[in-house]
Every structure is written in structure tokens, then in C-alpha cells.
């Protein structure tokens, strides 16, 4: 392939391989392309998880999936039925050799693998120069996917920090058939923090610490959390640990750059992938790639992650609001969420398919007054940051 791509993806993670998934499905239509990727070798170094029928985006590469989960805070239970929408894990390595499959069969597309983006691109004469560690570029587009800024105090509302252990009991422990999804009963530190159980096995499970916090932990922070966690799950049995993960996602991130050129796109964790009161982007990403592909097909160009509407914005940044103001409310918050009547709701508005119907049963399932607290600053916020995106 020549080295004048009509496209360059820089960054081939969950964003950039998702996005050549796509195009690569558009055989001769394709843009010629090259992901700029560092890595030469792919680990399977997450798993990702979300609410989806069969139907989902990349469904059919789930390894694992659950219909029921609790979210439990001291005696306070919600169990959730999410038979409809199951609960599907992804793992990396899975989604990784399926682009790369996909990549492999359009030789419109090519990973430069083992480069690193080492300059800001400029622009000349109408194409993007992009300089890596092992060549040079020049492209009528960009998709940059490479992560912003890194995480510190101030660039999201919360940010949410986790880290795990993916173990092998001795014998069984789990229940297979329900996920924790968050259990509030890890030492009280005075910051939103729970446990997150993912049991593949009844002896095989991922076990997770996550915190909520304005400040980003690294998983040395995590680690005597993670101890106890696992601890409290094993029962003084032994076990092995098969891998872990990491991570600091942004929670409610302030507005993305604004684009510096319309054939310069921003997509990915840190440009508007985030939702920001879950923290999940994997579902967001494909629904994105996709539209990519879309607009490709209709002779359009290249966008990066459409802002949410306005109503599921304030009610986000409210929720974080709300969380950052009064951290010890948040166990009976997701109690009450979760546990609410029809749990279907919900899932629904963190799949970003709820209606507006939902919107108002998630409310009436809240307690009125901390919300009501949160409001004009909230408004502010969300006003604050759309102008900064449409600037
Ligand atoms: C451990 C973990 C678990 C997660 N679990 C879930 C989940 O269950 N559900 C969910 O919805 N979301 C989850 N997320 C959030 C989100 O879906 C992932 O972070 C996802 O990988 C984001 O995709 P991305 O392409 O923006 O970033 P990445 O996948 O991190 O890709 C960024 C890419 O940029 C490359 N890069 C970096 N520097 C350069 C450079 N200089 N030049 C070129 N390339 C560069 C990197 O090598 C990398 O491949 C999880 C995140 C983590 C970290």
C-alpha cells in the first residue's frame, strides 16, 4: 500500500480497530487507511461489558452473559432481572483477532504496528502530515483515538478508578448465574468505592474494586482494597490469579477539544466516548464506528461522538452532581435505582436507549430533596459545556 492513505486512525484500540471493523465491511468503498498502533502484540488486557439482546453490536463475540445481578448496600438488596438485556462480556482478545481478522481480509486497510504517533500533526497544503516512530504520513483525514489528556483532579466531574483480579478458586464459590454488580460493603473510606464480581465459574471469577472519586487512583491505591475484596469472596481458600486489569475512566469529562478541522476527528475514551454516569464506552464506540461507515457510504465526512441530548445530560451531570456533593449517599442511591420496580429502566437509560418515560420513573425512584439541591449548579455546568463544545 502506498504511504498516502486517504485516512489515518491513530491508535488502534477499542475506538480505532472498531471504526477499520467497519470500514474494512465496506470492501471497495473502504478509504484506504492506516491505524498507527505501538503495540505489535495484543493481550488480552480487559474484558468489556454491557446490557444487550443478541442484536447488540458485536453481541455475537460475548464470552460469558448473566440475566440477574445485585447491587447491595448493608442489608438493602436489589436484584436485578436483566434476562431481556443481558449482562455480555467481551474479552479483549476476542474483540482484538476479530479486527484484525477483519482488517486482514480488506488490503485497503493496514496496521502500522510497533509506531507511535512522536509529533502533532500539522497540516499542509490540504493533507495531514503524521510523523511516528517508523515513518511518515500524509492523509486527507485523521481519526485520532490516541487517549487524551491524562487523568488528574479537575478533567471529570469523578473519575472512576478499578482495579482487578481475574482468579481460580480451589473450589466453588461463586454463583455463576449473578453478577455483583456494585457491593458497598468493603471498610468504610469515606469515598464512594465497591466491589464488582464478574463469576465466569462457580471457581473462576473477576473480582473488582471501583472508586468513584474528583481524584484519579492509580491500582497501587486500589491494592489493600482489592486484598480484602478478594479475601471476603475466597474464604481462606486458596487461589490463582489468571490476569488483571486497570483502568481510570472519566466520569462526566469536561466538553472534548473542539475539533480543529473538520477532516480532523477526535474519537474515543477521553473525545466523548465516555457515558459519563457509567463510565462504559465499548457500546458507544461501536454505534459511533458504525456511523462512521454510514457517512462514508453517503460521500460524508468523518464525525466523532454526537453529543448527548441535552435532557440525558443534565440528568447524568446531576446524578454525578449529586454524588460529588454527598459521597455517603451513593450505596442507597444505586439500591434504590436498581432495586426500582421495573429495573428494565434502567438499563435502559445506561444503554442510552431510555425513553423519556424512564427518564421520569428513574426520578420518582429518587429521593427528591439532593437532586433538588444540585439543580442550578448542574444546569450551569451542562450549559457551560455544550458552548464549549459548539465553539
Ligand atoms: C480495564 C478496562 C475495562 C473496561 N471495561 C469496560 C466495560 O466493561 N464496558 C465499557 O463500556 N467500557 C469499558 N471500559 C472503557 C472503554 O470501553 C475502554 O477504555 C476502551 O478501550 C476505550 O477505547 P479507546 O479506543 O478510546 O482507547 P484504547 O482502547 O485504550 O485505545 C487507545 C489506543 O491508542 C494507542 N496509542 C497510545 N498512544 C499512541 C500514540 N502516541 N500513537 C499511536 N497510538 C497510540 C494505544 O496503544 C491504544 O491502542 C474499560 C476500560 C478499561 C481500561
Redesign the pocket.
Known amino acids: 500500500m502506498s504511504t498516502e492513505p486517504e485516512l489515518l486512525i491513530?491508535?488502534?484500540?477499542?475506538?480505532?480497530l472498531s471504526l477499520a471493523m467497519q470500514l474494512a465491511a465496506l470492501g471497495r468503498d473502504c478509504p484506504r487507511t492506516v491505524i498507527?498502533?505501538?503495540?505489535t502484540v495484543y493481550a488480552n488486557d480487559?474484558?468489556?461489558?454491557?446490557w444487550g439482546t443478541p442484536a447488540a453490536p458485536l453481541a455475537d463475540l460475548s464470552c460469558h452473559q448473566w440475566s440477574t445481578m445485585m447491587v447491595r448496600a448493608g442489608r438493602k438488596i436489589a436484584f436485578v432481572d436483566c434476562a431481556a438485556m443481558p449482562y455480555r462480556m467481551i474479552a479483549a482478545a476476542d474483540f482484538y483477532a476479530a479486527a484484525q481478522r477483519a482488517i486482514a481480509a480488506n488490503a485497503r486497510i493496514t496496521i502500522a504496528a510497533g509506531e507511535?504517533?512522536t509529533t502533532a500533526p500539522v497540516k499542509r497544503n490540504g493533507r495531514w502530515q503524521v510523523i511516528t516512530s517508523g515513518a511518515s504520513y500524509s492523509a486527507a483525514t485523521v481519526v485520532d483515538?490516541?487517549?487524551a489528556a491524562p487523568a488528574e483532579p479537575g478533567g471529570a466531574t469523578l473519575w472512576q478508578s478499578f482495579s482487578g483480579v481475574e482468579i481460580d478458586c480451589d473450589e466453588a464459590v461463586f454463583d455463576p448465574a449473578c453478577v455483583d454488580l456494585m457491593d458497598f460493603s468493603l471498610k468504610d473510606t469515606g469515598r464512594i468505592q465497591f466491589v464488582y464480581v464478574l463469576p465466569l465459574t462457580a471457581r473462576r471469577a473477576l473480582i473488582e474494586v471501583t472508586v468513584f472519586d474528583p481524584m484519579p487512583l492509580a491500582a497501587a491505591g486500589l491494592a489493600d482494597a482489592l486484598e480484602q475484596a478478594v479475601a471476603a469472596r475466597v474464604h481462606g481458600l486458596t487461589y490463582q490469579v489468571r490476569r488483571a486489569?486497570?483502568?481510570i475512566?472519566p466520569m462526566g469529562a469536561m466538553a472534548p477539544a473542539a475539533p480543529v478541522d473538520p477532516d480532523y476527528v477526535r474519537a474515543?475514551?477521553g473525545n466523548g466516548?465516555a457515558r459519563p454516569s457509567s463510565?462504559?464506552?465499548?457500546?458507544r464506540?461501536q454505534r459511533w464506528a458504525a456511523g462512521c461507515a454510514a457517512r462514508v457510504t453517503a460521500g460524508q465526512p468523518l464525525q466523532g461522538h454526537v453529543a448527548d441530548p441535552f435532557l440525558l445530560q443534565a440528568m447524568d451531570q446531576l446524578f454525578l452532581s449529586v454524588l460529588t456533593a454527598q459521597p455517603a449517599s451513593a450505596p442507597a442511591l444505586f439500591v434504590a435505582l436498581f432495586g426500582q420496580p421495573d429495573a428494565a429502566r434502567v438499563l435502559r437509560f445506561l444503554s442510552d436507549e431510555g425513553t423519556l418515560t424512564d427518564y421520569l420513573a428513574l426520578i420518582a425512584a429518587l429521593p427528591a430533596r439532593p437532586f433538588l439541591q444540585q439543580i442550578p449548579a448542574t444546569l450551569q455546568r451542562v450549559l457551560r459545556q455544550r458552548r464549549m463544545a459548539s465553539a
Open positions: 491513530l491508535g488502534g484500540g477499542c475506538a480505532g498507527i498502533e505501538p503495540r480487559r474484558t468489556w461489558c454491557f507511535r504517533v483515538t490516541r487517549p486489569e486497570q483502568g475512566l474515543g475514551l466516548a463510565g462504559y464506552a465499548f457500546q464506540i
